[in-house]
């Protein structure tokens, strides 16, 4: 294990925002996380976990220890009525998705094609077309950097919510996830409830559709709707959908009819969130070297030189404009580091 110096940390962004971390190092397999603890690298008071880097704005040069968690191996077995899948907090995730998927076993497909790692899939609780990790998730296994032990936690710790988990709250920066664990139903029900995606498998004319087919849709959806972050430098939606309450909810529908909206929970409701972006002519405007993406507002894009600042600039002016018009305040789902 090397502690490398000065590194370029534009390649571990899916942003390609250029910025060099003071500290960095490769997490190859777990005695790695140990080591470091043993020779006090993880007593600096700036040390962060990184993963792909599909979910981070860096603002500046990281003056502070990178760990970049790349521990790989998936394995398998088969119990009586489920499969628990084990995965390394390094592997992608969407290599996670094709090893189910290639042996038929069935529901994380509808999460095809998100970006980043296993290991990050917790913290935020990744979720798409009506799926979402916690509906799997049976435990993951985690080092934590003051005691430099492992810990176990089951889906009951993790407090999962919307884009939300104990690890980006009361327990933010304090464990890093090396391993996780899905229970997966040996006879598993297709979700195929999301509109885009039965209108996708009935264009292709799949009555039946495998598990397969509904990644495949999956992908090709995203593919047309997302700019390619090896392409193009962004870090997916930039805000979460906003839950109001139910008397904010109606106020908003009474004076903007054709508002999107979805049921959320008890007297709860999401708003979409690139819609009120759209409202506010913000749909595939730029400003410098940053925009909005053409066919969606809710991700913000680096047209090749934009600096970390300056796409939280953006970002800025995009929840003002929000609040003016709406009232409502959007909140960053992307991590900025380090304000
Ligand atoms: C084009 C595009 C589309 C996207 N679509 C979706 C989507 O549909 N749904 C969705 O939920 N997300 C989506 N995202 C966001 C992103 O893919 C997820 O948040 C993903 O889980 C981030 O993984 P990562 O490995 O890149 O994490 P990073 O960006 O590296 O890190 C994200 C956070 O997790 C922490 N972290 C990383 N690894 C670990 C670890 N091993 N242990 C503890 N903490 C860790 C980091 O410190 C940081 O706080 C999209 C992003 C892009 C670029």
């Known amino acids: 294990m090397n502690i490398l110096k000065e590194v370029s940390l534009k ?40 993963g792909g880097g599909s979910n981070m704005l860096f603002v500046r040069n990281y003056d502070g220890l990178i760990v970049h968690m790349a521990i790989k191996g998936i394995t398998h077995r088969i119990l009586e009525e489920s499969i628990e899948v084990k995965a390394a907090g390094g592997e992608v995730w969407h290599d996670l998705v094709c090893y189910c998927v290639e042996r038929g076993f069935g529901g994380i497909e509808n999460l095809s094609l998100i970006p980043g790692t296993v290991g990050a899939a917790p913290v935020q609780n990744i979720g798409a077309y009506g799926v979402e990790l916690q509906d799997f998730f049976l435990s993951c296994r985690a080092f934590e950097l ?21 690890f980006k709250g009361a327990q933010k920066g304090k464990y890093i996830i090396t391993e996780v664990n899905l229970l997966l139903p040996k006879k598993s029900i297709l979700n195929t409830t999301y509109g885009a995606i039965n209108e996708e498998l009935n264009n292709r004319g799949l009555t039946h559709p495998t598990i397969k087919d509904v990644s495949e849709v999956v992908s090709s959806i ?8 090896g ?8 805000f979460k959908n906003p839950v109001v ?26 708003l979409a969130a690139g819609w009120l972006i759209e409202q506010c002519g913000w749909k595939g405007k730029t ?9 969606q507002a809710l991700v913000l894009v680096n047209h090749g030189k934009a600096t970390g600042l300056e796409i939280y600039e953006f970002s800025e002016a995009i929840i003002d404009s929000v609040k003016k018009r709406f009232g409502v305040c959007l ?7 380090d304000l």
């Open 11 to 50: 390649a571990y962004n899916t942003f390609g925002v250029d910025v060099y971390a003071e500290q960095f190092v490769h997490i190859e397999q777990e005695k790695d996380l140990i080591q470091l603890y043993e020779g006090g690298w993880l007593d600096r008071d700036k040390r962060l976990f990184l």
């Open 146 to 166: 003051t005691t430099g032990t492992f810990k176990v936690f089951y889906k009951e710790d993790c407090q999962f919510g919307y884009r939300d988990s104990i």
């Open 222 to 229: 995203r593919q047309g709707k997302l700019p390619d972050p």
């Open 231 to 238: 392409t193009i430098g962004n870090a997916g939606s930039f």
């Open 245 to 270: 309450s139910e008397d904010t909810f109606r106020t908003l529908v009474s004076d903007f009819v054709d508002i999107v909206y979805y049921p959320f929970g008890p007297n709860q409701y999401k």
């Open 287 to 295: 400003v410098g070297n940053v925009g909005t993406w053409k066919n």
């Open 331 to 337: 909140e960053r789902e992307v991590n900025v580091i």
